[in-house]
């Protein structure tokens, strides 16, 4: 499976930005895709991510702020993590990953989003 992140960029604090995220080769093998993140000096943490039957899971801090959906073609199945009302402490290295059923995990390149006035 590759992994094509975009979308990040420079944000005021209320602003909105659009993370997609898109897997192609074996996507059939794709049990769960998601966004994760990492502040300086902080652990990576779970964001947002959606099951294969379509269940969403969101941390408590996107709830209500951010929204994850996901498109499939024949060739890919991209994520997109709408996210709205932005804060600083959103402020963050933003990583797409994808698990498959043969346990593999995989890790897109990282998008930086900086949400700052």
């Known amino acids: 499976v590759q992994l094509q992140a975009s979308g990040g960029g420079l944000v005021q604090p209320g602003g909105d930005l659009r993370l997609s995220c898109a897997a192609s080769?074996?996507?059939?093998?794709?049990?769960?895709m998601g966004w994760y993140r990492q502040a300086p000096g902080k652990q990576r943490e779970s964001v947002a991510s959606i099951s294969n039957s379509g269940m969403i899971t969101y941390a408590d801090s996107a709830k209500g702020r951010f929204t994850l959906s996901r498109r499939h073609t024949d060739a890919n199945s991209t994520i997109f993590l709408q996210m709205s009302s932005l804060k600083p402490e959103d402020t963050a290295l933003y990583y797409c990953r994808v698990l498959t059923w043969r346990s593999e995990d995989y890790w897109g390149q990282g998008t930086q989003v900086t949400v700052s006035s």
């Open positions: 080769g074996s996507i059939l093998s794709i049990v769960a």
